[in-house]
């Protein structure tokens, strides 16, 4: 008889959600690990990867019964199933691990497939969430760094090499950037994720006598930013503005490639859409050629963030 349950694993910079879904689309059970704490050690972290991933198997009930393992990760590699240079994994920021293949061994030769994560997220929001019926959208995921997913006539974008779709590495800033975890200056990541910015708030900060509660907070987090837009707070509202406008100009060059529906926001920066959504809108349409004024949607994700990333996973391991 055919397996009939897949797991799901969202691998991020600070941490790991994994969860059993069955063929409906339900996450049965997930779990969450850590995924900062194992230094350049990627053995280690695959081993309480696997731990984790057969615990929650047991929890839902479904031991011997999982068909395979779908996982999203920074730099995941479709055709390799190695996660390769991935600056905001310790473990994978200086070589390429073979994930795929060390994790189905830990896990007793149960297959695994592997993507990008934000390619991962792309697929659950076009299965489960804002991007249902669409066949032509980016999805932009805004956490610890900027990923994306490129969806054309319904296929995800893979390229030659399986890297395609790298768009926070695109460069929003020529002179005098900041340094980018990838090495590069300038890239949209090192301004409009979730660290960036945070470092907009502290650079801002000591750059003016401008008040702000945030001068109170002595490690500032973009939820601090988040929290004193919330109340008010003139410099918080002005960053927000700012990386609000790096991102529809770039959505703007983005749009020019693959002439997408929409544009799809996910992520823990993607909660703060009050704040984003206006300086977002306003960017693109002034930089978007005619052709595509009053054409492309910014819609932000209707999934829970954890189930999304799990769910597109998920997806991977049904083609095993």
């Given at each position: 008889m055919?397996?009939?349950?897949v797991?799901g694993?969202?691998?991020g ?6 969860g059993v879904?069955d063929a409906r ?11 900062d704490?194992?230094g350049d ?9 696997a731990?984790?991933?057969?615990g ?7 031991e ?14 479709y ?12 473990w994978?920021a ?6 795929s293949?060390?994790?189905s061994?830990a ?7 592997l993507?990008n994560?934000?390619n991962a ?16 959208f980016i ?7 900027v990923g994306?997913?490129?969806?054309i ?9 399986g890297?395609a ?14 340094v980018?975890?990838?090495?590069r200056?300038?890239?949209?990541e090192a301004?409009?994720?979730a660290i960036g ?13 401008e008040?702000?509660?945030?001068r ?14 919330k ?8 960053v ?9 100009r770039q959505f703007?060059?983005f749009?020019a ?10 992520g ?7 704040f ?12 978007l050629?005619?052709?595509?004024q009053?054409?492309?949607?910014i819609v932000?994700?209707?999934l ?9 996973a998920s ?5 095993l």
């Amino acid at each position: 008889m055919e397996k009939q349950y897949v797991v799901g694993i969202d691998v991020g910079g600070q941490t790991s959600k994994i969860g059993v879904v069955d063929a409906r689309g339900d996450v049965l059970a997930q779990t969450v690990i850590r995924s900062d704490i194992y230094g350049d050690d990627a053995n280690a972290f695959i081993e309480a990867l696997a731990a984790a991933t057969q615990g929650c198997i047991k929890d839902a009930g479904k031991e011997g019964e999982i068909r395979g393992i779908g996982v999203g990760a920074p730099n995941g590699n479709y055709y390799t199933g190695e996660v390769a240079f991935a600056p905001n994994l310790a473990w994978a920021a200086k070589q390429a691990v073979k994930f795929s293949e060390i994790l189905s061994a830990a896990m007793g030769g149960i297959p695994v497939s592997l993507t990008n994560d934000a390619n991962a997220a792309a697929m659950g929001e076009m299965a489960y969430g804002a991007a249902r019926g669409m066949k032509n959208f980016i999805m932009i995921t805004l956490g610890t760094g900027v990923g994306s997913g490129i969806v054309i006539d319904g296929k995800m974008v893979y390229g030659h090499d399986g890297f395609a779709g790298e768009l926070g590495h695109t460069n929003v800033v020529r002179n005098n950037g900041r340094v980018c975890g990838c090495g590069r200056t300038g890239c949209l990541e090192a301004y409009c994720s979730a660290i960036g910015l945070a470092k907009t708030a502290r650079e801002w900060l000591e750059m003016s006598s401008e008040p702000s509660s945030l001068r109170m907070i002595e490690k500032i987090t973009s939820k601090d930013v988040y929290d004193a837009a919330k109340e008010g707070d003139k410099l918080a509202l002005k960053v927000f503005d700012y990386t609000g406008s790096l991102l529809g100009r770039q959505f703007a060059d983005f749009v020019a490639f693959s002439a997408p529906e929409a544009i799809v926001l996910f992520g823990g920066l993607a909660r703060a859409k009050e704040f984003l959504y206006e300086p977002m809108m306003t960017a693109m349409e002034e930089n978007l050629l005619k052709i595509w004024q009053g054409k492309v949607k910014i819609v932000f994700s209707q999934l829970k963030e954890s189930d999304a990333a799990i769910l597109g996973a998920s997806a991977l391991a049904w083609e095993l």
